[in-house]
C-alpha cells in the first residue's frame, strides 16, 4: 500500500477526519494549513486545545459550558427568573442566546433520550432539571429540543415529570423556516407547519 503522507502528517489527517463534519478532503486541507503555519502560530494553536481542555468545565447550575464555577448566564442579575429553556447542548444554548429574543435562564441536559444509543433519562441531566423546577422560581419550561424522535421521546418525559407542579411546559415551534419556500418542504415540515400555525 502507497503512504502518501509522511507519517506525522497521516496522523493529523486521521486525526481531523474523526471530526464530526470532516470528510477526507477537508482534513486533508486542514492538515496543509497547518502544515503552512509558522512554529509560533501552530504552538499557539496547539496551546488553545490544551487551553480549552483543561480550563472549561460545566456549570455547576446549567451544565454549560464555563470557565468558572457558574457561567456567565446563570450568574447574569438581569434574567428572568421565571423561565427556563431546556437544550440539548450548549451549542444549542449559545444559537438561542444569538437571537436576542430569550432572557431567561437555560438547563443543558447534555443530549436527548435515545434507546437505540442505550441513553436514558438517567444518562442525562433530567433528575437535576427536576431538581431546579422544585426548588426554583420558574412558572414556564420552554423544551427547545431538536425535531425528532430522540427529541420528541425527552420532551414528552420532562413534560411527563414536571406536571404535577405548577409550571406550565411549551415546545418550541418548527415547520416552515424562516424564508423558506412551501414547494421546497417536504410533508413532514408542512405537517408541522399547519400545525404550529397562529392567528394572524
Not at 451549542?91 to 429574543?101: G, P, Q
Not at 447534555?110 to 441531566?125: A, C, E, M, Q, R
Not at 423544551?143 to 418550541?172: C, H, Q, W
Request: proline share 4%; hydrophobic share 40%; charged share 25%.
Amino acid at each position: 500500500m502507497i503512504t502518501y503522507y509522511a507519517k506525522p502528517l497521516a496522523k493529523l489527517v486521521n486525526k481531523l477526519e474523526s471530526f464530526p463534519g470532516i470528510g477526507a478532503k477537508s482534513a486533508q486541507r486542514i492538515a496543509f494549513y497547518i502544515l503552512s503555519l509558522s512554529e509560533a502560530e501552530a504552538q499557539s494553536l496547539a496551546e488553545s486545545i490544551i487551553s480549552v481542555k483543561e480550563k472549561i468545565k460545566e456549570c455547576s447550575v446549567c451544565f454549560n459550558f464555563s470557565e468558572d464555577d457558574i457561567c456567565e448566564v446563570c450568574a447574569s442579575p438581569g434574567r428572568d427568573n421565571e423561565i427556563l429553556c431546556v437544550v440539548s447542548d450548549a451549542k444549542d444554548l449559545i444559537t438561542m442566546e444569538k437571537t436576542h429574543e430569550y432572557n431567561g435562564f437555560y438547563h443543558v441536559l447534555g443530549g436527548v433520550i435515545s434507546p437505540l444509543d442505550n441513553v436514558g433519562p438517567d444518562d442525562i441531566k433530567i433528575r437535576e432539571l427536576v431538581s431546579r423546577v422544585v426548588n426554583g422560581t420558574f412558572k414556564e419550561i420552554i423544551v427547545a429540543l431538536n425535531p425528532t424522535v430522540e427529541g420528541d421521546t425527552t420532551a414528552m418525559y420532562i413534560s411527563k415529570l414536571v406536571k404535577n407542579f405548577d409550571v406550565k411546559v411549551t415546545r418550541i415551534g418548527y415547520g416552515m423556516p424562516v424564508g423558506g419556500e412551501i414547494d421546497y418542504a417536504d410533508q413532514a415540515t408542512m405537517i408541522k407547519a399547519l400545525e404550529w400555525r397562529r392567528e394572524i
